[in-house]
């Protein structure tokens, strides 16, 4: 029998693993400049926290969970994304008393139970941030500032910003009803999924995909016009604040998350370079949340960015793995000699490659001139003179130079 990875998942190596460790390495470097400090939570967690966390009505928590029973008879779920998660473990770890301010970044696999196709999976993997403890319009535009500065670190510039406000509970109520009365008129025109979108999320009929849909809600009425003076008042400040980081973004009063756990900022970052799956990036502010899942009543706020997506747009990114320096030798009578230069370089941090067994000279010069910078090639001359030529394979020029002197070339 012939094992196949299963459907909706995938290897991750050669290019596809380079581009993947680039970008967490991007995103590392971007959130920890803005204070965020990595966490890792587990992988599965009780299938309750993200009933609750994510909400009953969503596409995630209705259709796209891998849920199971564990031996010990624990319904348990693959977290299908990482806020539920992380606001869990501040919950659970008591950060609430011990920082004003909590700043997490995360990364790693997540499941969803979805149609595979391009740039959709059903494992597929975050990198995302969360911060608790503010509700200040100031970090929510630096939230969206850290984004973006992310994509801009990996060189992916034709993108455009998102943003809009769903409002508190209490504006968002009141919107809910004069948006319910708009859609009961054009019910029947509208896909089967909003029939049931208008009974359990009536705001989410807003952001459907399906053309006659978006034709019927064309006239929709605008959320924005519903918000009560304090969620304006942060929505003012938001836009305020984005110009003033610089960040260039659109308001977009149709874009409402899927999930049910947002408050005032939602955001997304979005490309038309990928088709139906445009969104690599979303997010925004969660204010109830850790409240319902237990915590105290903390304001927050978070986004994560799909990384394959991410991986489908970077271009010329820098990739250059090669080694240092290819060190050839010539014959046994070398051999020795040879592995205590290769020490000594390795020693002083230079990234050395040679062959275990003896090669031909010109095998050895066809692996190098593909995996390394630079060649030295060993023979009973160099042994005796202590001269090695460094030949540098991009310049094609080559320098007789000592070890010491080799290794205060890489040192500068
Ligand atoms: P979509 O509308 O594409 O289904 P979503 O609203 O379900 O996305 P979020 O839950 O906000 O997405 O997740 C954030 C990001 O994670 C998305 O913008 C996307 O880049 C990525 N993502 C979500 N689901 C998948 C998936 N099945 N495969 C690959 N990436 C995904
Ligand atoms: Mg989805």
Known sequence: MIHKAIRGTKDIYGESIDKFDYIIKQAEETFKDKGYRHIITPTFEHTSLFQRGIG????IVEKEMYT??????????????????????????NFFATEEISKFYYYGPMFRYERPQTGRYREFYQ???????????IL????????FSFLKKCNIVDIEILINSVGCPKCRTKYREVLKSYIKERLDNLCNDCKVRYEKNPLRVLDCKVDSCKKEMKEAPNLLEYLCDD?????????????????????????VR???????????????????????????RYNNLIEEIGGKSVPAIGFAAGVERVSMLLENFDNDNRFDIYVAWMDEDVKEYTFNIINKLRQNNIKVTFEYEKKSVKAQMKKAAINSKNVIIIGSEEKESGLLALKDLDKREQEKLTINEIINKFRK
Do not use: W
């Open 127 to 137: 990198v995302g941030l969360e911060c608790m403890g503010s509700n200040s319009y």
């Open 258 to 284: 899927g999930l049910d756990y947002y408050t005032n900022t939602v955001f997304e970052i979005v490309t038309d370079r990928l088709g139906a799956q445009g969104t690599i990036l979303a997010g925004g």
């Open 56 to 59: 009953e009505g969503t596409d």
């Open 68 to 93: 199971f029973y564990d031996r010990g008879d624990r319904q348990i779920t693959l977290r299908p994304e990482g806020t539920a998660s992380i606001v869990r473990s501040y919950i659970e770890n």
């Open 231 to 255: 969620c304006n008042t942060h929505f003012e400040g938001v836009k305020k604040y984005l110009d003033m980081f610089e960040v260039p973004y659109k308001v977009d009063n149709r874009l």
């Open 140 to 147: 929510d535009a630096e939230v969206i500032y850290t984004a």
